[in-house]
C-alpha cells in the first residue's frame, strides 16, 4: 500500500509543473487529491538513501514542488540541481540564461516569515564595497535578482544569489581531513576573510544572526 502512494503522490506532484508555464490553477479536486495523499505519507517513514525534506511538507502554505529542467521568470532561470534546503525553503542550483551563469535559487515556502528583513538586507549589502585591499577578494554573497511565483501551495518568494562553495561544516564531512581539522593555511585564510568581512559589515551598521560556523 506505501508503494502504491508514493507512486500517486509522485504522479501528482508533477502536475504543478502547469504552475511554471501558462500559470494555471490546478482543478480543486486534482488539488484535494494531492494534499490527501500527502497527509497519508506523512503517517509513514519513509527513506530516500539521501538527507531531504519532509513530503508531507509539501502542502498549502509549505514548500513549492521543483522539478529538474523547470524555468522560471519568463524563462530566465533553469533549475539544474538541488542544493539544499531549510525549515523555509529549498535551494537549486540554477542556470541564468541571460547572462549563461549559475546561480542560486533559494525558494521560500508560502508561510515563511516576511522576507523584507532578508531581501532589503541583501540588497542594502550589493550597494556597499567590501573588497579586500591585498587580495580584491569579497566575501559577502551577492544579491542578483529576486521574484515571485505561484503554485499549489500558495505564493513563494525566490531569491537569486550569486552561487557559493560548501560550508566548512559540510567540508570537514566530506573530505577526509586529518584530525577532521582544515589545513592551517586554510584555516588561516578562512578566519582573515571572515573577520575581514564582519569588520566591514559592523562599519556598516550590519550585524550577522544565527549559527556563524554553519553559514560559513
Known amino acids: 500500500m506505501l508503494t502504491s502512494f508514493y507512486k500517486t503522490a509522485v504522479a ?6 502547469f504552475y511554471n508555464t501558462v500559470g494555471y490553477s490546478l482543478p480543486l479536486l486534482t488539488r484535494r487529491r494531492l494534499h490527501s495523499v500527502i497527509n497519508i505519507m506523512a503517517d509513514f517513514p519513509y527513506q530516500v538513501g539521501y538527507p531531504a525534506e519532509e513530503l508531507s511538507k509539501y502542502c498549502p502554505g509549505g514548500y513549492h514542488p521543483i522539478h529538474l529542467g523547470d524555468v522560471y521568470k519568463a524563462g530566465r532561470y533553469r533549475i539544474v540541481h538541488k542544493l539544499g534546503w531549510g525549515g523555509y525553503s529549498t535551494v537549486w542550483l ?6 549563461n551563469r549559475n546561480v542560486a535559487l533559494k525558494v521560500n515556502v508560502s508561510d515563511a516569515p516576511p522576507v523584507r528583513n532578508e531581501l532589503g538586507i541583501l540588497q542594502q549589502i550589493s550597494q556597499l564595497s567590501f573588497e ?6 569579497s566575501a559577502v554573497v551577492k544579491y542578483l535578482d529576486d521574484f515571485q511565483i505561484e503554485g499549489p501551495n500558495g505564493f513563494h518568494h525566490c531569491i537569486v544569489t550569486e552561487l557559493l562553495g560548501p560550508s566548512i561544516i559540510t567540508a570537514l564531512a566530506q573530505y577526509d581531513f586529518p584530525s577532521n581539522r ?17 569588520g566591514s ?3 556598516h551598521g550590519i550585524a550577522h544572526g544565527g549559527k556563524l560556523m554553519e553559514k560559513t
Open 94 to 99: 540554477a542556470r541564468d540564461q541571460n547572462t
Open 12 to 17: 501528482l506532484s508533477r502536475l504543478p509543473r
Open 182 to 198: 582544515l589545513p592551517a593555511r586554510w584555516a588561516k585564510g578562512i578566519t582573515r576573510q571572515l573577520l575581514t568581512t564582519l
Open 201 to 203: 559589515l559592523h562599519r
Open 132 to 137: 579586500e585591499p591585498s587580495t580584491s577578494f
